[in-house]
């Protein structure tokens, strides 16, 4: 097991593992689904954040961050494998082999992104049935996204797990760093409705720039219901900068343990 041939190998286990563990299915899709259902039909006829396109409605506006929350909860079940296989003594295994650390790291993180982006593409399909024009040129550039947003948060988990011994601090930790992080990146409300210190946090939280680029793709033949976000390009910039810093982090903690 060396080169490439190991990126191979350990994400083809990571695809395996997923498809004999159907919870993990249910856990990082359903979730999110039933969140986006009672939050947007239930809230949505009791408030409007400021800052809202007048012309989306609640499951709408919703939409883009319940992508996204998909791809964080699908990258939070497949870094805490990394905390399983310290435990069962596989990733001992591994990193005896003929294959470098960043290379685990970046299959770790290929085979997180892949099942991150499955599951939002399959999201991504019901777009029609919520108003939501969905082209062929914009699905393309909402799963390259989508893509890129995975990557790096998957690579974020990995930070974490690699330096975690136990699957409760993992997700002690996750839950901490993770769930604000979305808050914070304008799934919920926009930047344009916050005040003070909480829109300079939106302001400086890189997935705030992830979920820019999805609502630009996504509502590609809808400019007006885009809102105030970021530019496209500034945020495909911001989001691949994240990846990279992220990935880094990931590799740099592999080699410390």
């Given amino acids: 097991m060396s080169g490439f041939g190991g990126v191979y190998a350990l994400w083809w286990r990571e695809m395996a593992r997923f498809l004999r563990q159907r919870s993990r299915v249910i856990g990082a899709f359903a979730q999110p689904l039933l969140f986006w259902i009672l939050l947007g039909g239930g809230f949505g006829l009791s408030f409007r954040p400021a800052g809202t396109p007048t012309d989306v409605d609640a499951l709408q506006y919703f939409y883009p961050g319940i992508l996204v929350l998909v791809l964080l909860f699908t990258a939070i079940f497949s870094t805490i494998a990394v905390v399983e296989d310290r435990r069962s003594g596989f990733l001992q295994g591994v990193l005896v082999a003929p294959i470098s650390r960043a290379r685990v790291v970046l299959a770790q993180a290929l085979g997180g992104t892949t099942l ?16 939501v024009p969905l082209t062929l040129s914009a699905a393309l550039a909402s799963v390259a996204v989508m893509a890129v947003v995975a990557f790096a948060l998957t690579s974020l988990g990995l930070v974490i797990a690699w330096r975690m011994e136990s699957t409760q601090g993992f997700h002690a930790i996750m839950n901490l760093i993770l769930m604000p992080i979305w808050l914070l990146s304008g799934a919920f409300f926009p930047v344009a409705g916050a005040a003070g210190w909480l829109g300079w946090a939106m302001h400086l939280n890189p997935l705030t720039y992830g979920m820019g680029a999805l609502r630009r793709c996504l509502y590609f033949d809808m400019p007006t219901a885009v809102g105030a976000v970021p530019p496209l390009a500034l945020s495909i910039v911001v989001t691949v900068a994240f990846g990279a810093v992220a990935f880094a982090g990931a590799t740099a903690m592999a080699r410390r343990g």
């Fill in 116 to 131: 991150a982006v499955a599951q939002g593409a399959l999201l991504l399909a019901l777009a029609p049935m919520v108003g």
